[in-house]
């Protein structure tokens, strides 16, 4: 009895936290999401009504937005993962280790500062007068601008650290002679890279991509300093949370949707069970 006093004790604050208030607002905003607002005063009416939700296929605007941001987050995903697995390799097996503490510092670097910094940074970097125009105007190259294309690096450049480090440390870990084997039996780089260590770091990959995917859904501030006039799901959310916050809540759900389809889809590979 007395255990059962001291665990509950100990969980009393995390469930409250993760029932009371996280849960409950989700469930919140899922209520909120079927009610309607008055077109003259403005005013959230509770009711039922699918038209919120409607709005999400009919509207082109939200459609597209929707299409864009799930696109965004994927390649994320995908230019996170292309960078993580032959860093790892090198960091892991090759480089020495002065040169994998410099290297694991300057990954962890963008964790280290404030976030809008980070921002703000990417956006002096691709303006006109930035430092990738400048260092390029010789070659007669011109940046990006602000776009899709800059959302994406942005957003890589700040998630990278969330997929970098779970695969350098499972790359790490597996043993040197697989490597030797592999090569002794003739396979190349790239044979080795898809027959070896991707198959045997699919749990990193996985828990690295879903942070990439899910953090990269429901960014916005991104598209706001460096898309130009890209939108972002959570553009359309801000931008409706005063004014019709029906459709906000109701567009909340889709990243929701979005990640659970995604959880569900990696769970089916069994992935998830070796993490």
């Known amino acids: 009895m007395k255990q059962r006093r001291h665990v509950a004790g100990l969980l009393a604050l995390p469930m409250l936290w993760l029932v009371g208030i996280y849960i409950f607002s989700l469930v919140m905003l899922l209520v909120t999401a079927f009610w309607t607002?008055?077109?003259?005063?403005?005013?959230?009416e509770p009711g039922f009504t699918l038209r919120n939700f409607e709005q999400l296929f009919i509207n082109p605007a939200y459609f597209t937005t929707a299409v864009r941001t799930l696109f965004i987050a994927l390649a994320v995903t995908v230019l996170s993962i292309l960078i993580s697995i032959p860093l790892g390799i090198f960091m892991a097996k090759v480089a020495r280790p002065r040169v994998r503490v410099f290297l694991a510092l300057a990954i962890t670097l963008?964790?280290?500062?404030?976030?809008?910094?980070?921002?703000?940074?990417?956006?002096?970097t691709f303006t006109e007068q930035g430092f990738f125009n400048w260092l390029f105007a010789p070659l007669g190259i011109s940046g990006p601008g602000f776009g899709v294309f800059t959302v994406i690096l942005t957003l890589t450049y700040l998630w990278l650290p969330y997929m970098a480090v779970p695969v350098y440390t499972a790359i790490r870990q597996l043993p040197p002679n697989l490597f030797d084997a592999a090569s002794d039996l003739g396979a190349g780089a790239w044979r080795i890279i898809g027959s070896i260590v991707i198959p045997l770091v699919k749990p990193a990959i996985i828990a690295g991509s879903i942070f990439t995917f899910s953090l990269s859904l429901g960014d916005y501030i991104a598209a706001r300093f460096v898309g130009g006039s890209t939108q972002m799901i959570g553009s359309i959310i801000a931008s409706n949370i005063n004014l019709n916050p029906p459709i906000a809540a109701a567009f909340s759900v889709v990243p929701i949707a979005f990640v659970v389809i995604y959880l569900l889809s990696v769970q089916r590979t069994?992935?998830?069970?070796?993490?």
Do not use: C, N
Not at 37 to 44: G, L
């Open 37 to 44: 607002t008055d077109p003259f005063t403005s005013k959230v």
């Open 270 to 275: 069994g992935a998830l069970e070796r993490m």
């Open 110 to 124: 963008p964790l280290w500062a404030g976030y809008l910094v980070k921002i703000l940074a990417m956006r002096l």
